[in-house]
């Protein structure tokens, strides 16, 4: 069996520590525009399965609580499966799968709750440099034919 490895490796941009600014809708799929900007700082560990996984804990300290993020990849059916928790609740949440195109942009989907509500999930990767990246969450409520970004973070990457 012939195993495809085009994915592996593809988060070890994110690996060391990060500066985040977040940027969070405050009532996401209500139509209002109100944002919480806030800091975060985000630990990536170093490669795991030889490139196929990662993970990362970020640390949101005016919020007092925290976030882990754990990256799967399926070489099989070559896509990454981005699963997340935050430390309120330790769940979960329903994981996004894709890949990055050539171009250097991630795209990952999944279906998700929001408030009870089923929505379909989308985080785009982006801007992706030696000291950069950003991060997007969008909601869509019509099977991704419009989309509701609802959380930014844009990365800076700390020194040492």
Known sequence: MTTKTTGYGDFDFLIGTW?????RLLAPLTGRTGWDT?????ICTGRIFDGGANLDEIVFPTKGTRGLTLRLYDPERDEWSLNWAASPDG???????????????GEFQGDDYHEGEKVRCRYLWSGISATTARWEQAYSTDSGQSWETNW???FQRLAG
């Not at 890949?99 to 942009?105: I, K, L």
């Open 152 to 154: 930014t973070m844009d």
């Open 19 to 23: 500066e985040v600014t977040n940027r």
């Open 91 to 105: 769940r979960l949440t329903p994981p996004v799968t894709g890949r990055f195109g050539p171009d250097g942009h």
């Open 38 to 42: 806030f800091p975060g700082v985000s």
